[in-house]
C-alpha cells in the first residue's frame, strides 16, 4: 500500500488557514468530522493522519452545513460531536434523507459519557460511540468497523453504563447483555 504525503489546507470561517502533512493510502476510509470546536477538528485530522488506511474528507464545524451538503458527497463515515449530533437529529426529515441517499455511518466522539445518551443515540442509528480520549489505534479501529457495517463502541463508554444502570428500569435480559459487555476485554462490536 504506497502512501503520499501532502500538506492539506483547512480554512476556517475567519479566512485564516492551517496546513499539515497528511498521509493518505490509495485505498483508504474517508471520513467527515463534525464539530464546532476548531481545535477539536484539527485534533481528530492530526489523529487519522497517523493512520495509512484512513483519512479526513472534509471538516464541518455546523451539522447544518454538513446535512446541507449533496448526499454524494458525504464521506462513508463520520465523526460527530453530541451538539452537532443533536442538531442533526432537529433536522429530522433531511437527516433521513440524508440516509437514504448516501447511508453515512455516524461515530458520536462525546469528551464525558454524560454529554451523550449511548442506548439512545444507538436506538437512532448511530454506529459508532467514542470519548475524545480514544487513542488513534482505536479511532482507526472504530472507523474500521463501522465503515463495514458493525457497531463499536469504546470499552469505558460500556463499563460507565453499566455502572449508571438503575436496575429496576432495566430488564433481566438487557442486565445479562450489559454484564456480558463489561466483562469483555475490548470495545463492544456488534458482529462479534
Same mark, same amino acid.
Request: overall charge negative; hydrophobic content about 45%.
Given at each position: 500500500?504506497?502512501?503520499?504525503?501532502?500538506?492539506?489546507?483547512?480554512?476556517?470561517?475567519?479566512?485564516?488557514?492551517? /496546513?499539515?502533512?497528511? @498521509?493518505?493510502?490509495?485505498?483508504?476510509?474517508?471520513?467527515?468530522?463534525?464539530?464546532?470546536?476548531?481545535?477539536?477538528?484539527?485534533?481528530?485530522?492530526?489523529?487519522?493522519?497517523?493512520? /495509512?488506511?484512513? #483519512?479526513?474528507? @472534509?471538516?464541518?464545524?455546523?451539522?447544518?452545513?454538513?446535512?446541507?451538503?449533496?448526499?454524494?458527497?458525504?464521506? *462513508?463515515?463520520?465523526?460527530?460531536? *453530541?451538539?452537532?449530533?443533536?442538531?442533526?437529529?432537529?433536522?429530522?426529515?433531511?437527516?433521513?434523507?440524508?440516509?437514504?441517499?448516501?447511508?453515512? /455511518?455516524?461515530?458520536?466522539?462525546?469528551?464525558?459519557?454524560?454529554?451523550?445518551?449511548?442506548?439512545?443515540?444507538?436506538?437512532?442509528?448511530?454506529?459508532?460511540?467514542?470519548?475524545? #480520549?480514544?487513542? *488513534?489505534?482505536?479511532?482507526? /479501529?472504530?472507523?474500521?468497523?463501522?465503515?463495514?457495517?458493525?457497531?463499536?463502541?469504546?470499552?469505558?463508554?460500556?463499563?460507565?453504563?453499566?455502572?449508571?444502570?438503575?436496575?429496576?428500569?432495566?430488564?433481566?435480559?438487557? @442486565?445479562?447483555?450489559?454484564?456480558?459487555?463489561?466483562? @469483555?476485554?475490548? *470495545?463492544?462490536?456488534?458482529?462479534?
Amino acid at each position: 500500500m504506497s502512501t503520499a504525503r501532502f500538506a492539506r489546507r483547512v480554512e476556517h470561517s475567519d479566512g485564516s488557514h492551517v /496546513a499539515f502533512p497528511v @498521509r493518505k493510502a490509495s485505498s483508504s476510509i474517508c471520513v467527515d468530522v463534525v464539530h464546532e470546536c476548531m481545535v477539536i477538528r484539527c485534533g481528530f485530522a492530526t489523529m487519522l493522519s497517523q493512520l /495509512a488506511d484512513v #483519512s479526513v474528507a @472534509r471538516e464541518f464545524e455546523s451539522a447544518a452545513v454538513y446535512v446541507d451538503l449533496p448526499a454524494a458527497c458525504h464521506a *462513508p463515515v463520520a465523526l460527530v460531536s *453530541p451538539k452537532s449530533y443533536v442538531d442533526m437529529v432537529k433536522g429530522g426529515t433531511r437527516l433521513s434523507l440524508m440516509r437514504c441517499k448516501s447511508p453515512v /455511518a455516524i461515530i458520536i466522539v462525546a469528551p464525558a459519557f454524560g454529554d451523550l445518551d449511548a442506548h439512545e443515540a444507538l436506538e437512532r442509528g448511530v454506529k459508532g460511540l467514542l470519548l475524545h #480520549s480514544v487513542v *488513534p489505534i482505536e479511532l482507526g /479501529a472504530a472507523i474500521r468497523r463501522v465503515s463495514q457495517g458493525s457497531r463499536y463502541v469504546m470499552h469505558s463508554i460500556v463499563m460507565s453504563v453499566n455502572e449508571h444502570i438503575d436496575g429496576s428500569s432495566v430488564t433481566a435480559e438487557e @442486565r445479562q447483555t450489559l454484564s456480558q459487555l463489561s466483562d @469483555r476485554d475490548g *470495545p463492544y462490536d456488534e458482529a462479534e
